[in-house]
């Protein structure tokens, strides 16, 4: 066959795709009907599809690109390291350069005690790694029956076996027959949903207070660990209000389990710190990181553990790993986006400048008719679109229908916004200047008055 190249004609591209390409979290026969956008370059926070539009990415492709796209550095870097030594593993008492330096760079970035690092290639197995290993730590120190692990629902983990296993969405868990047994759930902190007449103080302090109620139910001599988002992604961007963290810090404490900070999101300065525990002073055991780790240059994730955790696990052998544990040019790249970032200053500019700036810009959106709560934390942020601020009311339509008319609008006016439900979500790259989250505003802006209109054209605003 003759392969298709950037250039080639986008309903080529379009029909080859269709034919072959199934698409993760997509309705394939939807899709193919009326053809993916064909995405064939990008550079800084732009995308160019085949038509040649230029795209502004609010989301840094799937919340990972922070530096940006097109930085030379790491394409060279890569090929430096697949010359040199392109893989080898690290399984039977071997080691390899990349992967012993990033370990130690992640050690220094990484808060409190936190200096072991088990890679994995991404989020979701990462994940899977933390499930068996906290379950491993128990039975090491002799309570096996500690096996039970609390998540939250309308978590996003990943979507492994164990990652949505651990996630709290039912339309993940819906196929496949999932969770695997030993998982336990409680309510998200989401106040604009859930809170009914409670303030988000109290609301706060009540959901963190689920977890001790779960811990006495299942019994606290069988759960292992809690796992959490510091903010909640894929979710809609659900910051938990202020009372919620230092509360479930001392249920944490008070009956000894473990916590698990999934920082796969606010990760490597999303949140304006180098982790979201720190911004939200979390102070996990375990650390999941993927994503903002290489920027998605390169497929790579892991956990990074307390010393207290690597020395029970260091006591036996751990029958874990995978072929790409510390893939050497997965860590080559990763260390070089950890360099740009620091010597950048790219995660100070954040917290001192850009964010700032995106904050009351976004935060201005909230005099629109049809957003309500408008939440920001760094570089990730989301609004609510409901019929009636007042009341917090979603729409009389499906939920979902008119936050997918906006993404739609975004999409039109080449501006890449998620929708989850009917929240607005944006994410963008960390190396944002003020101009482009002026031209993001105005967009997000003239696709909510479309949306808006559109909504009240079709008798939907209601
Ligand atoms: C994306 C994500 C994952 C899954 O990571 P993958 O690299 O897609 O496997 C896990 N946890 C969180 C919080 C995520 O946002």
Redesign the pocket.
């Known amino acids: 066959m003759t392969l298709l190249t950037a250039n080639s004609p986008t309903a080529e591209l379009q029909a080859l795709d269709a034919a072959h390409h199934m698409h993760p979290f997509t309705q394939g026969a939807g899709l193919n009907e009326k053809g993916a956008r064909m995405i064939t370059r990008a550079e800084g926070c732009w995308l160019t599809d085949s038509e040649g539009n230029r795209i502004l990415d609010g989301m840094a492709g ?2 990972c690109v922070n530096i940006g796209y097109g930085r030379r550095e790491l394409a060279s870097v890569a090929a430096r390291q697949m010359e040199e030594l392109p893989y080898y593993n690290t399984f039977f008492q071997t080691s390899h350069v990349p992967a012993l330096n990033l370990a130690a760079r992640l050690a220094e970035l990484a808060p409190g005690d936190l200096n072991h690092v088990f890679f994995a ?7 899977d790694t933390n499930l068996r290993m906290v379950r491993t730590y128990w039975a090491e120190k002799g309570q096996p029956e500690k096996n039970v692990i609390i998540s939250r629902w309308n ?6 076996i164990g ?1 949505t296993s651990l ?1 709290g969405m039912k339309g993940m868990h819906g196929q496949g027959d999932l969770p695997i047994p030993g998982i336990e759930f409680i309510d998200q902190p989401n106040w604009w949903a859930e809170g009914g007449d409670m303030t988000p103080e109290e609301f706060g302090l009540m959901r963190a207070r689920q977890l001790e109620e779960k811990i006495l139910e299942v019994g606290q001599d069988k759960v292992a660990a809690f796992i959490a ?1 510091p903010v909640q ?2 979710g809609g961007v659900i910051v938990a209000p202020e009372t919620y963290w230092p509360e479930i810090r001392r249920i944490v404490d008070k009956y000894g389990i473990l916590l698990i900070a ?5 990760g490597f300065g999303r949140t304006g710190n180098w982790f979201g525990s720190q911004t939200l002073d979390i102070r996990p055991d375990i650390m ?1 990181i ?2 903002g780790l290489s920027s998605g240059y390169m ?1 790579i ?1 892991g956990s990074i553990v307390s010393d207290e955790v690597a020395k029970v696990i260091g006591g036996t052998e751990f029958n874990h790993g995978y072929t790409y544990s510390g893939h050497p040019v997965a860590c080559a790249v990763a260390l070089e986006n950890l360099r740009i970032l620091e010597e950048e200053k790219i995660v100070d500019t954040v917290r001192d400048q850009t964010a700032p700036y995106l904050k009351e810009k976004f935060e201005s959106l909230g005099n629109h008719p049809m957003v309500g709560e408008v939440k920001i934390v760094g570089m990730m942020g989301s609004m609510a679109l409901t019929p009636n601020k007042g009341t917090r009311a979603p729409f009389a339509a499906d939920a979902g229908t008119i936050g997918f008319m906006c993404r739609e609008r975004c999409f039109a006016n080449n501006l890449v916004m998620r929708h989850v439900g009917d929240r607005m979500i944006i994410s963008p790259p960390l190396v944002i200047s003020k101009d482009e989250i002026d031209t993001l505003i105005d967009r997000a802006r003239t696709s909510l008055d479309e949306a808006h209109a559109q909504a009240v054209s079709e008798g939907l605003f209601a």
């Open positions: 799937l919340w290639s991404g989020g979701s197995d990462a994940n978590a996003y983990h990943g979507s492994t990652g996630g988002e992604g894929a999934d920082e796969v999101i606010c999941t993927a994503k497929p994730g």
